[in-house]
């Protein structure tokens, strides 16, 4: 079970810090993905980890703004986010990257002015 926290109302230019609890190993889970879904369109992949937390990747319109990381200890993965735009209003969930059916309810984040 993925259990996703830290959404919420935030002002264009803020920041804020997705947090997903797993109820068992991420580390036995694999690679790990944040993803979300805006009103009226499809879900993108917003950013992904490996198993180590080695090596991630990002969408292009996040790069340089939102920061995953896994803490494979804690069985958490965080999505530090800034500078956020409008168009980053979605509901963000937290995923197994290679199993799509194994991801959170997700958090709601909305920016605006």
């Known amino acids: 079970q993925l259990v996703e926290s830290g959404g919420g109302l935030v002002q264009p230019g803020g920041s804020l810090k997705l947090s997903c609890q797993a109820s068992g190993s991420i580390y036995n889970m694999g690679a790990m993905a944040w993803y979300r879904q805006a009103l009226g369109k499809e879900r993108e992949l917003v950013a992904l980890i490996t198993t180590s937390g080695k090596q991630s990747t990002y969408a292009d319109s996040v790069k340089g703004r939102f920061t995953i990381s896994r803490d494979n200890a804690k069985n958490t993965v965080d999505l530090q986010m800034a500078d956020l735009k409008f168009e980053d209003t979605a509901v963000y969930y937290c995923?197994?990257?290679?199993?799509?059916?194994?991801r959170g309810q997700g958090t709601q984040v909305t920016v605006s002015s």
């Open positions: 995923q197994v990257a290679t199993k799509p059916s194994i």
